[in-house]
């Protein structure tokens, strides 16, 4: 078995020395749209995280099992794969723990203004007559914490929401889940009442541009916006318009374009957001976890092709 791994330098500093008990494994760091062919032509397996396969790839190779290093699948065309009796899988709830508590990170720097704190503490303090320094920042207890796509990852934020005293109120996207735990509402809804906002969705034909010019503006003054699903769900021009006219606090994982670009209007709002590069996933835990179920997909597709 020839085993590629397309782009591993997205999977962190992993060892991939295990994997050499299948058979010859090629480790590529990153692979350009048009060496992914030439890469794989020769591969059983090919292990990707962002980089396509599509058609043509699948047409003029003979690969035989793809695993995808992630949980969305959208980088391959899973329909033509199923045509040419290609086994696809992917790792799911990997990165759910750490996904939660990065969404609790980000929301927490926001709400206790930790970056200005940091920054005043760092150049103004040293010079302060008195021993604090007070502005505004609030507790979640007593507040609304709404909800955006309440499934797995989305549930654990709001439970750990609730045990911090907040209200937690969830908008489905899919328009099919039903959770009596938590109160269901309409997105207006969760819009104009949150204090908190978290998106916890994929990116679908429900979710693409879901917030965006029309809606953004029932977000009320003083709240914060987090968005750890995928870019695409939040408009991002029309966010950087709302920017300019509220003060809404955001925090953002994920971008419509990764990397983000250096023009993208986000990144001159420094005093109203926090943005990480598409790190919610990435614990170190989660990552062994993602490692591990890419080691037992390929061992399980071995042992049934022998």
């Given at each position: ?137 609030f507790e979640i207890n007593g507040k609304t914490w709404g909800i955006i796509g309440l499934g ?155």
């Amino acid at each position: 078995m020839r085993i590629v791994f397309l782009d591993a330098l997205t999977l962190g500093d992993v060892n991939f020395d295990r994997f050499k008990k299948f058979g010859d494994v090629i480790i590529y760091q990153t692979t350009l749209p048009n060496e992914t062919l030439k890469r794989v032509k020769d591969a059983d397996i090919v292990v990707t995280n962002k980089v396509v396969i599509n058609k043509e790839v699948m047409d003029n190779s003979n690969i035989k099992f793809i695993q995808i290093a992630a949980t969305g699948m959208n980088n391959v065309d899973l329909e033509y794969a199923k045509k040419k009796g290609i086994i696809v899988k992917n790792v799911a709830g990997y990165s759910t723990n750490s996904v939660i508590q990065h969404t609790f990170a980000l929301v927490l720097s926001l709400l206790n203004r930790i970056c200005y704190f940091d920054k005043y503490t760092r150049e103004s303090y040293p010079d302060s007559k008195i021993f604090t320094h007070i502005v505004n920042w609030f507790e979640i207890n007593g507040k609304t914490w709404g909800i955006i796509g309440l499934g797995e990852i989305g549930r654990g934020v709001a439970n750990l929401a609730k045990s911090f005293g907040a209200e937690v109120i969830y908008y489905s996207t899919s328009g099919k889940n039903q959770n009596s735990n938590f109160k269901r509402v309409d997105l207006e809804e969760l819009l104009k009442t949150s204090d908190i906002i978290s998106i916890h969705a994929p990116l679908n034909e429900n979710t693409k541009n879901l917030l965006n010019k029309n809606n953004l503006n029932l977000i009320k003054n003083g709240a914060i916006l987090v968005n750890v699903g995928r870019g695409g769900i939040i408009n991002e021009k029309d966010l950087s318009e709302i920017l300019e006219k509220k003060d809404i606090f955001v925090g953002l994982d994920v971008f419509e374009k990764e990397p983000i670009d250096k023009n993208n209007p986000l990144l001159k709002f420094k005093d109203k957001t926090i943005l990480t590069p598409h790190v919610a996933w990435t614990s170190k835990e989660a990552r062994k976890k993602l490692m591990d179920g890419i080691y037992r997909n390929i061992e399980e597709f071995i042992k049934n092709s022998s």
